[in-house]
């Protein structure tokens, strides 16, 4: 099967790779139907993820059929379509018990980091009863492709920020992440979302879909003026700093109102200051990490019910051969490109 392969820094090829096998009678083989490109991969390409492994098929948000069970699956049979999740985890550790299933002791980000990913035509899920979330009826795979990774992010995003009803919030970037995360800061009560972005496209996407109630352009209006303006003067009840770029998490703390929560759910390219002395008296909460993707039935659930809708998210459609090109639309956001996903390779 053809498969996107990392072979290093700045090094990814579309190979000849072998078909997956069992290896555990707890995973499961999985024809994959709709994968996707995420920021991560980007990451990994560029050398920026250390426990990456050169030799390793990228990608870890898809959705697919299954074709095999090991002998321990139970809930699990082939023909069964499912929608991944992006965090390989056994249910069962310290960690897991706690739901903090990014650090399982046997698992955490696996999927086309430690071992092969999805962007390709068959992957093996490990873990699988935990992994794999079997789609409602009726829902096609555009609906649910992000359950498992962006819309997880966001949802956890929100769940940290400890969003009270009528909270103002203010999310800084309106990326797929951001845009998840306001969406599912409506489903907790906020009040008034306040988008941040230096790309005008992905904030009149934010207030067309009803995400977000107010845009500002980081790239000409002055942020914590403008959401001094939003909030009465006070500053944001929460922020959600979903965009990791080089003044982000200054931006984060200082638009927060004093005993606000920020929680910072991007991923950083290089390390951040935390400048106590400027904030000290704000008496601020701070939360950070990679998502725990526990909620993923709920999120099918949300989905299913009409409560949720984010595949306004999908701008480009390319085939698995074509994946490349997918990687340079992308990264430079070529015609306004918010994600881009993969179809099966012609066969």
């Known amino acids: 099967m053809k498969a996107l392969v990392w072979r290093g820094a700045g090094d990814l090829r579309l190979e000849d790779h072998p078909l997956p096998r069992i290896r555990d009678p707890r995973d499961a083989i999985v024809r994959v139907t709709l994968s996707s490109i995420c920021a991560s991969d980007l ?6 993820v250390p426990r990456a492994r050169p030799g390793v098929v990228l990608g870890h948000e898809f959705v697919g059929e ?11 049979k082939p023909g069964m379509r499912v929608a991944a999740n992006v965090e390989t985890f056994c249910g069962s550790c310290f960690f897991c018990r706690r739901n903090y299933v990014n650090n399982c002791e046997h698992g955490g980000w696996e999927l086309g980091c430690r071992i092969d ?10 873990f699988a009863e935990n992994g794999l979330n079997p789609v409602p009826a009726g829902l096609s795979d555009e609906d649910v492709i992000f ?9 956890f995003g929100a769940e940290l920020a400890e969003i009270r009803p009528g909270d103002s919030v203010a999310v800084l970037g309106a990326g797929p992440v951001g845009l998840c995360a306001m969406a599912c800061a409506r489903l907790f009560g906020a ?21 977000a109630d107010d845009a500002i352009n980081a790239a000409w209006e002055d942020v914590e003026e403008r959401v001094r303006e939003c909030t009465g003067g006070r ?14 998490f200054q931006t984060a703390w200082r638009i927060a109102r004093p ?4 929680a910072v759910v991007a991923m950083y390219g290089e390390a951040q200051n935390l400048p106590l002395h400027q904030m000290y008296g704000k008496n601020l909460i701070f939360k950070t990490g990679g998502v725990d993707a526990v909620h993923c039935g709920r999120l099918l659930g949300l989905i ?9 998210l999908i701008t480009h459609r390319l085939p698995l051969d074509r994946i490349l090109e997918g990687y340079a639309v992308f990264e430079n956001k070529t015609d306004d490109c918010i994600k881009c996903v993969i179809t099966p390779a012609a066969m």
């Open 43 to 48: 990451h990994i390409r560029d050398g920026a």
């Open 66 to 76: 299954i074709v095999e069970t090991g002998t321990e699956v139970r809930k699990l």
């Open 147 to 155: 359950v498992g990774d962006v819309l997880s992010s966001g949802y």
């Open 235 to 248: 500053g944001a009840d929460a922020v959600i700093e979903a965009a990791g770029g080089k003044s982000t």
């Open 304 to 312: 299913a019910d009409g409560r949720l809708d984010v595949r306004a």
């Open 191 to 211: 009040g008034r979302i306040i988008a941040v972005d230096l790309l005008e496209n992905r904030l009149r996407l934010a207030r067309a879909r009803g995400w």
């Open 117 to 126: 990913g999805c962007q390709t035509t068959y992957v093996r899920v490990p």
């Open 259 to 262: 005993h606000a929560c920020v």
